[in-house]
């Protein structure tokens, strides 16, 4: 097995950790809005395994890479005292770190093979 199978493998473990975690963390909520984002959010991360196995492209990396960006930002966001979403700071707990660490391993993960599949390309040609 080369290299690049290794970080397919890596970044389909960790977007199916990260909405797991999420879908596990938004189903006892009893906010109705919170709960839909981390339970659709982490459904959407855990299918997302089946774009990065069976490597469907570049497009689908991208919006892979957007989607958890986009978890990142909102996480980070929520945590900022006064910020203009819950208009009070988050709490950083250890599942939050958690799951950020795993989303944060997916996007460096699929830009790693993002490069490595555009090198190939160019020594290809």
């Given at each position: 097995m080369t290299a690049i199978n290794y970080?397919?493998?890596?970044?389909?473990?960790t977007t199916a950790i990260?909405?797991?975690?999420h879908v596990i963390l938004g189903i006892?909520?009893?906010?109705?809005?919170?709960?839909?984002?981390?339970?659709?959010?982490g459904l959407a991360q855990i299918f997302w395994v089946v774009?990065?196995?069976?490597?469907?492209g570049t497009p689908w990396y991208g919006i892979g890479i957007a989607g958890t960006i986009a978890f990142i930002a909102i996480?980070?966001?929520?945590?900022?005292?006064?910020?203009?979403?819950?208009g009070r700071g988050g709490r950083i707990t250890d599942n939050g770190?958690?799951?950020?660490?795993?989303?944060?391993?997916?996007v460096?993960?699929?830009i790693t093979i993002l490069v490595m599949e555009k090198r190939k390309l160019k020594t290809s040609l």
């Open positions: 970080l397919f493998y890596a970044a389909a473990a990260a909405g797991i975690i006892p909520s009893t906010n109705p809005n919170s709960q839909i984002l981390f339970v659709v959010g774009p990065m196995i069976r490597r469907w996480w980070v966001i929520t945590r900022i005292p006064e910020n203009f979403i819950t770190i958690l799951t950020e660490t795993f989303q944060i391993a997916f460096v993960l699929v």
